[in-house]
């Protein structure tokens, strides 16, 4: 499927089955990102914790490890620049702590919350047929969108100057409290 949008003119010019149920895979993250960024600043600190245990075998990480530190904005672009998995469960699991207003909520608990809050963001930008089930876009079962409603994703993560600022860089210099990485940008 696909959809070519044009901002300019807030129209679609171009579509191939776009209302066909697909699975969203790690353009989920544009999601999650936006969830996250409702619910947290950007400066705030959080730790990756045994929730990136939780990514499947073979995806797609960041090379984050229990322990790691750093600003939401970093793990933001730990997880939208090598499409880390693991920064998407550690984002989700502090976003959904904070939505629960519990720290002592289980790993579990606080993932669900913040998925439920990101099919009511999905909501929110007025999705038709969507349905997300884990941060990362990892195959689930009833997890899927459509290529129309991902360009309602991506035209609300235009309109945010965060991500923006995160993925149009040509690489992105993570500076966690113990490591400096840099992560370069494939997407020309």
Do not use: W
Request: negative net charge; proline residues 2%; glycine residues 6%.
């Amino acid at each position: 499927s696909a959809c070519l949008f044009s901002l300019d003119d807030d129209m679609i010019l171009f579509e191939k089955n776009g209302t066909e149920r697909v699975t969203p895979a790690s353009t989920t993250k544009l999601l999650t990102a936006l969830t996250v960024l409702k619910y947290c600043s950007v400066d705030e600190v959080l730790t990756a914790g045994e929730e990136i245990s939780l990514i499947s075998q073979g995806a797609s990480t960041a090379s984050l490890k229990v322990g790691t530190r750093g600003s939401v904005r970093v793990f933001l672009g730990a997880m939208l620049i090598p499409s880390g998995n693991d920064a998407a469960y550690s984002l989700a699991n502090f976003a959904g702590h904070k939505i629960l207003g519990d720290e002592n909520a289980s790993t579990a608990d606080a993932i669900a919350a913040f998925v439920e809050a990101m099919n009511a963001c999905a909501g929110e930008l007025e999705l038709e047929d969507s349905n997300f089930e884990t941060p990362d876009g990892d195959q689930a079962e009833n997890q899927y969108t459509t290529a129309r409603d991902m360009v309602r994703i991506a035209k609300a993560c235009i309109e945010n100057e965060t991500i923006m600022e995160i993925v149009k860089a040509k690489s992105f210099r993570a500076l966690f409290e113990n490591a400096d990485v840099t992560y370069k940008n494939t997407n020309e």
